[in-house]
C-alpha cells in the first residue's frame, strides 16, 4: 500500500512517514484491495489535524482525526480509518447473500 503524506504548516520528517508505514501495516494486511492512502496533517492554532483519504472497492473514504499533539491525531484518524474499512467489508460481504423474504 502505497502512503501519500503530505503537511499543511508540518514538516514531514523521515521518522512521521516511519510512523505511518507502522501504523498502517496492520490495515494494509487485512484490506489488500486498499492501494493508496492520500494523508494530510496540518497544524492550526496549536491544534494537529490528520486527514485521510482513500478509495475501497468503488467507494470513497474520508476520516479526520484531531488533537493537541501530533502523534494522537494520527491514531485518532487510523482507528476512525479501521472502522469505516470494517463497516464496509461488512456491507459488501452482507450483499453477497440471501436475503430472506417474508
Request: glycine fraction near 4%; avoid cysteine; proline fraction near 2%.
Amino acid at each position: 500500500m502505497k502512503i501519500n503524506v503530505s503537511g499543511h504548516h508540518v514538516d514531514i520528517t523521515d521518522a512521521i512517514r516511519k510512523h505511518f508505514d507502522e501504523k498502517f501495516a496492520k490495515i494494509a494486511s487485512h484490506y489488500p484491495s486498499l492501494l493508496t492512502l492520500d494523508v494530510i496533517v496540518s497544524k492550526d492554532h496549536n491544534h494537529f489535524y490528520t486527514e485521510i483519504n482513500a478509495n475501497y472497492i468503488g467507494v470513497h473514504l474520508s476520516v479526520k482525526g484531531e488533537d493537541e499533539v501530533m502523534y494522537p491525531s494520527i491514531a485518532n484518524a487510523a482507528k476512525k480509518l479501521d472502522a469505516a474499512l470494517r463497516h464496509r467489508k461488512g456491507q459488501i460481504k452482507a450483499n453477497k447473500h440471501e436475503k430472506i423474504t417474508g
